[in-house]
């Protein structure tokens, strides 16, 4: 990976392709699918086979959720890269406890092997892969440092470690303290949760991360990423003007255009949840 990249997160019924096209021109290296789930993809659901959609050539990785060799195997078979196309992101990080319950999401921190050989899947059909990540499922896993065990063993482009653990909330801070030792394994880790300012991302820096991701500061402010490069940055205005003229050339349904437009221009996280 060469130079600190910015990257665009992951944000179910958000980060379409109209959204990740406006962030990709104010900033975004890369930006990111909402996730898909492997098993419904496999089974050739359209509407979820739709939100792997990548209809112009803004860099973007395709996340997939699930845990089932077959189903990732089935669902390559039926695969084709579109020109935006940047790789698959494995999801090891949804705390929902749907995903856990198939031992999806960040239960799957705790599967190394299992984690080893999806990877292994998407590199032998040629495509790059890298992992997405919390802590671990609870504070006894973050206490045990699971995360590193996956980090050291499994061979993705790079990691993204969203420094909470599975039963954490937004209520409570990610823990900028984790990504040193992350660091020290070798490869290359990308921060996630809380980022928002220049100062955050010296720090980052200082330590060896190799980038930041962005996801509820992004869908507020979708030039933080140019903001935090030192360049230009439209008004909030203009910014929902071509986010509109963008969804209506990728006629995206209202859900996407309703949940950005709502945020667009203000700045309190908290209009996410706390889930
Ligand atoms: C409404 C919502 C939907 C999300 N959907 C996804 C998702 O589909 N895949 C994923 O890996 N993370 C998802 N996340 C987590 C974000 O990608 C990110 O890890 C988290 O918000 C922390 O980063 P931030 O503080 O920059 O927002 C979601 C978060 C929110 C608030």
């Known amino acids: 990976m060469t130079g600190f990249a910015f990257m665009l997160a992951p944000i179910e019924d958000m980060t379409s392709n109209a959204f990740r096209t406006l962030c990709h021109k104010y900033g975004a290296d890369l930006t990111f699918t909402e996730m898909a789930k492997v098993m419904a993809l496999a089974r050739n659901n359209k509407s979820t086979w739709s939100r792997l959609d990548c209809s112009d050539g803004t860099p973007t990785a395709i996340q997939v959720l699930g845990s089932r060799e077959s189903e990732f195997k089935r669902f390559l078979g039926m695969f084709k890269p579109a020109e935006g196309f940047r790789g698959f992101n494995l999801n090891l990080g949804c705390p929902?406890?749907?995903?856990i319950e198939y031992g999806q999401g960040c239960a799957m921190v705790r599967k190394i092997s299992k984690t080893m050989r999806i990877v292994s899947m998407f590199r032998d059909c040629g495509y790059g892969v890298s992992v997405k990540m919390r802590?671990?499922?609870?504070?006894?896993?973050?206490?045990?440092?699971?995360?590193?065990?996956?980090?050291e063993s499994v061979d993705a482009d790079f990691f993204v470690v969203h420094a909470r653990h599975g039963k954490q909330t937004y209520a409570q801070p990610a823990d900028f303290g984790v990504y040193e030792e992350c660091v020290k394994t070798g490869k290359d880790i990308i921060a996630?949760?809380?980022i928002r300012t220049s100062a955050q991302v010296e720090s980052l820096k200082g330590i060896g991360v190799k980038g930041a991701m962005i996801g509820r500061a992004a869908v507020l402010d979708p030039a933080i990423f140019n903001r935090l490069k030192g360049l230009p940055v439209p008004t909030?205005?203009?910014?929902?003007?071509?986010y509109i003229a963008l969804a209506d050339q990728f006629?995206?349904?209202?859900?996407y255009r309703n949940n950005i437009l709502r945020r667009i221009g203000l700045s309190d996280l908290a209009l996410f949840g706390n889930g």
Do not use: C, W
């Open 96 to 99: 929902s406890p749907d995903a």
């Open 135 to 151: 802590l671990g499922m609870n504070a006894l896993d973050k206490e045990y440092k699971i995360y590193l065990k996956i980090i």
């Open 192 to 194: 996630n949760g809380d």
């Open 236 to 242: 909030a205005e203009a910014l929902r003007e071509e």
């Open 251 to 255: 006629q995206e349904p209202d859900k």
